[in-house]
T-cell receptor, first 112, second 112 residues
């Protein structure tokens, strides 16, 4: 079946550091890929998405590129802030599908 | 607009007790979902409803039942709670034909 694997956390960084969270997936066909973010005490919010190979999703300074050859969708941000402290989830949905498959989540803690 | 709302926010149950988690949305979305979130396991789909009047099992349906009361409301029932059902439960909605899901703030459930 479909699966999403992302690096385990927690990831602890200083403010203005560079952040990378790795995400790889296994799925048949051409899924759409997502990054969701969960701030403390809240539900998940869509951060960015990409629907086909080589697409780049971006939002709030975060970027991720859909790499079909490596089945990856790594999340990056060039200069993190304390307010970026959250849990980040990589996810996929199959074309015409109805169900998201999530990775295990990566907790990021940014210290001042 | 409230978006997706869930009640209660927090609940403590004893083993064997029953309860219903409520979810309501004012986004006029067709599809609704129930997930559970456990440490290191991401979100796992319990049940979903692609449209009013239909429900389907997800990845981890055992021990749960659902009711799609109308287009706005989708409830999750635990008939006889077990400690293994201690988790955070999220409701989500999605518009037909689109891929992005919108999440509620979650219900934290502790079963003793």
């Amino acid at each position: 079946g479909d699966s999403v694997t992302q690096m385990e956390g927690p990831v602890t960084l200083s403010e203005e550091a560079f952040l990378t969270i790795n995400c790889t997936y296994t799925a048949t066909g051409y899924p759409s890929l997502f990054w969701y973010v969960q701030y403390p005490g809240e539900g998940l919010q869509l951060l960015l998405k990409a629907t086909k190979a080589d697409d780049k999703g971006s939002n709030k300074g975060f970027e991720a590129t859909y790499r079909k050859e490596t089945t990856s969708f790594h999340l990056e941000k060039g200069s993190v802030q304390v307010s970026d402290s959250a849990v980040y989830f990589c996810a996929l949905i199959k074309a015409a599908g109805n169900k998201l498959t999530f990775g295990g989540g990566t907790r990021v803690l940014v210290k001042p | 607009n409230a978006g997706v709302t869930q009640t209660p926010k927090f609940q403590v149950l004893k083993t064997g007790q029953s309860m219903t988690l409520q979810c309501a949305q004012d986004m006029n979305h067709n599809s609704m979902y129930w997930y559970r979130q456990d440490p290191g396991m991401g979100l796992r789909l319990i049940y979903y409803s692609a449209s009013e009047g239909t429900t389907d099992k997800g990845e981890v349906p055992n021990g749960y039942n659902v009711s799609r009361l109308n287009k706005r409301e989708f409830s999750l029932r635990l008939e006889s709670a077990a400690p293994s059902q201690t988790s955070v439960y999220f409701c989500a909605t999605k518009e037909a034909g689109l891929e992005t899901q919108y999440f509620g703030p979650g219900t934290r459930l502790l079963v003793l």
